[in-house]
């Protein structure tokens, strides 16, 4: 039961911003703990997950980790087990902001996140060829901060699967890219932490080779939860939801929980097998 006067967090409906999240507050899974055990010097980690899944979330979360905004992360497990003294200057890469509708207008648009980083930087930059661009940032922020840099790239793979069905678009694209995140094997010694997110795993693209290959913990049991909510997460943290709308559609909460269930599965049964697929082209 409900007790009386008390008023339920809102959703986190379409919110992924965790600042957001956390001013309001709103709802929020704590995943702190996955963070804290995987965020080590010079480690790389790669996550794939279907969409709708969190995974931009866990990207802003490590956005304001880093950045050392305390604040945000009081109650949460890793408050008190984190250096709040160390911080790192990020840089911040969402797919979902960069248009790939052809090669030309990717690499165009990857230039100008480019420049608006070195501009949040205050930084100017010499290089005309975006990939060198891309590289002389990295060092740049390194140098002006005197601490080695946080790398968290969203949906990497974007512009490869929105172009699945235009074969020569998806080609360029893919060595678009291949020329752009090459530039993270030789500023390595000048990055402190990288995590990639996307859909799936293209091989092929040089984020993957041997030399800079981040560790791929999409199908690791230790990070099974880091996306996405349990069962006992959802009962626990969504209790007074759970309970409000069982009342309101006349059900019992196990009918409920049980239709939740079958929701999820018919929306994500596909996407939990196709986000396993590693893509070789």
């Not at 997950?49 to 304001?64: A, D, I, N, Y």
């Not at 950045?67 to 790192?88: P, V």
């Amino acid at each position: 039961m409900i007790k009386k006067g008390y008023v339920m967090k809102d959703l986190p409906i379409s919110i992924e911003t965790f600042s957001i999240l956390r001013n309001n507050d709103y709802v929020y899974i704590d995943k702190t703990k996955y963070i804290h055990k995987m965020i080590k010097p010079g480690k790389k980690y790669f996550l794939s997950r279907p969409r709708r899944f969190g995974k931009s979330l866990l990207v802003s979360v490590m956005e304001e980790l880093f950045k050392g905004n305390k604040k945000l992360f009081e109650g949460l497990y890793i408050y008190d087990k984190w250096d709040w003294d160390k911080t790192n200057p990020v840089i911040k890469l969402d797919f979902g902001y960069i248009s790939h509708e052809s090669p030309e207008i990717l690499e165009k648009s990857l230039d100008e996140f480019i420049n608006l980083t070195a501009a949040e930087y205050s930084l100017k930059l010499q290089s005309t060829i975006f990939t060198n661009k891309f590289e002389e940032l990295i060092k740049k922020v390194h140098k002006k901060y005197e601490k080695k840099v946080v790398i968290l790239i969203d949906e990497y793979d974007k512009a490869i699967v929105k172009n699945m069905s235009r074969p020569k678009v998806l080609k360029s694209n893919k060595l678009k890219l291949q020329n752009f995140y090459g530039v993270l094997k030789a500023a390595d010694e000048y990055i402190e932490f990288l995590f990639v997110t996307g859909v799936s795993k293209f091989t092929g693209t040089s984020l993957f080779s041997d030399f800079n290959s981040p560790n791929d913990i999409t199908l690791d049991y230790n990070y099974s939860s880091i996306c996405g909510y349990t069962q006992e997460e959802l009962e626990r943290e969504f209790k007074e939801h759970i309970l409000e709308t069982s009342k309101i559609l006349d059900c019992s909460k196990e009918t409920l929980l049980n239709w939740i269930k079958e929701w999820i599965m018919d929306i994500h049964g596909m996407g939990r097998i196709k986000y396993i697929i590693h893509f070789q082209f």
